[in-house]
């Protein structure tokens, strides 16, 4: 995989957390430039799908075999945010901003466990 384009995505999905984490602290709602900081990541996931797909498409393949567990995370990883945004669509209060940072976390974590698989890493 590539590894620059990981550790930019993990690194926005951390500075979304701590934004977003930061105005449920101060009992904001989300606002439309959080909408647009989970575009930018989302953006970045769907850039991350692409690359994995024309490399899987060229015969690379996940060391260790677990091509099937790889794309089941990189389809959580573009999931992720989209989902997150639904549910803080319907919270318009701090804890809609608390969801999408805690969704921001969750998908620096997946971010790093999809590293993990195409590196061969077993995670046991």
């Known amino acids: 995989m590539l ?6 995505v993990i690194v926005a999905a951390v500075l979304l957390t701590v934004w977003c984490g930061y105005a449920s602290v ?6 439309d430039w959080h909408y647009g900081g989970m575009a ?3 953006l970045l996931t769907l850039v991350q799908a692409g690359v994995a797909a024309v490399r899987l498409a060229g015969g690379e393949r996940p060391d260790g075999g677990s091509t099937g567990v790889f794309v089941s995370y990189l389809v959580a990883v573009a999931l992720c945010l989209p989902l997150v945004a639904v ?5 318009r209060s701090r804890w ?12 620096a974590a997946l971010e790093l466990r999809l590293a993990d698989v195409w590196a061969g890493g077993t995670g046991g």
Do not use: H, N, W
């Open 96 to 107: 809609g901003s608390a969801t999408v940072a805690a969704g921001a976390l969750v998908l």
């Open 87 to 91: 549910v803080a669509l319907g919270e």
């Open 40 to 42: 930018v990541v989302l």
């Open 26 to 31: 101060r009992d904001q709602p989300v606002k």
């Open 3 to 8: 590894t620059p384009l990981t550790v930019t």
